[in-house]
């Protein structure tokens, strides 16, 4: 079992520790802090969805993350081979300072390997009637990550690697209207705390601001939001970086028991990269998910992801969270 697997077994054991106390009382459900777990996307500032803990309390989450991809495209002069997969574990912690203001920051630590998921994917894919591809198809020893452009290599990778990824800081305000609805505008940041050559970091200070509002009547939860990325220079690809990059998530949750919850998020994206195939062309991902409330200061959600459209993205990711509310 790899470390960050590892990561994954202990969010689990966490949650079968925490106690059951109390009647479940969320503040207001919030969004899934699922990615897009493209390597070159998680290296750059794309900021996660907001979370807004109640005045003066802390939020801390813990986030385990899997995907594995194998595939090969061409674009005119431009070339990609992909075949890896990556595991993300991420821990963030967000206070809020009044019922207006809160802050948070963000990091993670990414391994790049040839993974285990390979015929689990291939039998889902078999499942539901999908296709697999390139994989198995590509005579790759994984991992081995390659990126060309009129034959010169921007990017290659042929080893196991793993290191921190950047540090994502973002500032929220929010207004409060009905019962237990919201609204708010946050201003993100990344700072460089990776390394380009890992593929965890892009290099470069990045800045973000996004809109968002969630809606819940109690048992249903309505999420939208919508902002663009600012890239700054960007030593992974160089020339290929886009400036501006816009991002939109749409989000239903819906609470059928006390104690759980079922979750849907759309997280979309544009182009972070020009004139490479379609792996770095605008993006999105259909994240399903379940909830389950510990008392009213915790909460473990399992989910799962698809690219679409397909070949964008990595292929299917696998997710687990937990999200500890402090006073």
């Given at each position: 079992?790899?470390?960050?697997?590892?990561?994954?077994?202990?969010?689990?054991?966490?949650?079968?520790?925490?106690?059951?106390?109390?009647?479940?009382?969320?503040?207001?459900?919030?969004?899934?802090?699922?990615?897009?777990?493209?390597?070159?996307?998680?290296?750059?500032?794309?900021?996660?969805?907001?979370?807004?803990?109640?005045?003066?309390?802390?939020?801390?989450?813990?986030?385990?993350?899997?995907?594995?991809?194998?595939?090969?495209?061409?674009?005119?002069?431009?070339?990609?081979?992909?075949?890896?997969?990556?595991?993300?574990?991420?821990?963030?912690?967000?206070?809020?300072?009044?019922?207006?203001?809160?802050?948070?920051?963000?990091?993670?630590?990414?391994?790049?390997?040839?993974?285990?998921?390979?015929?689990?994917?291939?039998?889902?894919?078999?499942?539901?009637?999908?296709?697999?591809?390139?994989?198995?198809?590509?005579?790759?020893?994984?991992?081995?990550?390659?990126?060309?452009?009129?034959?010169?290599?921007?990017?290659?990778?042929?080893?196991?690697?793993?290191?921190?990824?950047?540090?994502?800081?973002?500032?929220?305000?929010?207004?409060?209207?009905?019962?237990?609805?919201?609204?708010?505008?946050?201003?993100?940041?990344?700072?460089?705390?990776?390394?380009?050559?890992?593929?965890?970091?892009?290099?470069?200070?990045?800045?973000?601001?996004?809109?968002?509002?969630?809606?819940?009547?109690?048992?249903?939860?309505?999420?939208?939001?919508?902002?663009?990325?600012?890239?700054?220079?960007?030593?992974?690809?160089?020339?290929?970086?886009?400036?501006?990059?816009?991002?939109?998530?749409?989000?239903?949750?819906?609470?059928?028991?006390?104690?759980?919850?079922?979750?849907?998020?759309?997280?979309?994206?544009?182009?972070?990269?020009?004139?490479?195939?379609?792996?770095?062309?605008?993006?999105?991902?259909?994240?399903?998910?379940?909830?389950?409330?510990?008392?009213?200061?915790?909460?473990?959600?399992?989910?799962?992801?698809?690219?679409?459209?397909?070949?964008r993205s990595t292929d299917i990711a696998f997710g687990l969270n937990l999200r500890v509310d402090l006073d």
């Amino acid at each position: 079992m790899s470390k960050l697997s590892r990561y994954g077994a202990l969010i689990v054991l966490l949650v079968a520790a925490l106690p059951n106390r109390g009647q479940a009382a969320e503040v207001l459900p919030g969004w899934l802090q699922a990615r897009d777990q493209n390597p070159f996307v998680l290296a750059s500032g794309l900021p996660l969805a907001p979370t807004v803990p109640p005045a003066g309390n802390w939020q801390l989450d813990a986030t385990f993350t899997v995907a594995n991809t194998e595939l090969e495209q061409t674009s005119g002069p431009s070339f990609l081979q992909f075949d890896a997969e990556t595991q993300e574990f991420r821990f963030s912690a967000a206070y809020a300072f009044n019922e207006c203001w809160s802050l948070r920051g963000s990091i993670s630590h990414l391994s790049i390997n040839d993974g285990f998921l390979d015929s689990t994917i291939e039998g889902y894919h078999r499942l539901f009637g999908f296709s697999n591809g390139d994989r198995g198809l590509l005579g790759t020893k994984a991992p081995s990550i390659r990126v060309e452009l009129d034959g010169a290599t921007l990017y290659s990778l042929d080893h196991d690697v793993s290191g921190t990824g950047p540090l994502l800081i973002d500032l929220t305000r929010t207004w409060t209207y009905g019962q237990n609805s919201q609204a708010g505008i946050s201003l993100g940041s990344k700072w460089s705390t990776g390394s380009t050559s890992k593929l965890t970091d892009t290099g470069s200070t990045d800045f973000s601001l996004s809109a968002h509002t969630l809606y819940n009547n109690g048992r249903m939860t309505l999420g939208a939001r919508a902002g663009f990325l600012i890239q700054g220079d960007n030593d992974l690809l160089g020339a290929q970086a886009r400036d501006n990059v816009p991002f939109a998530s749409v989000l239903f949750r819906y609470k059928p028991r006390q104690y759980w919850s079922y979750l849907t998020q759309i997280d979309a994206h544009g182009a972070l990269y020009e004139g490479l195939p379609d792996f770095f062309a605008a993006s999105s991902q259909l994240t399903i998910g379940a909830s389950r409330r510990f008392g009213d200061s915790a909460e473990f959600i399992a989910w799962f992801s698809e690219d679409f459209p397909a070949l964008r993205s990595t292929d299917i990711a696998f997710g687990l969270n937990l999200r500890v509310d402090l006073d």
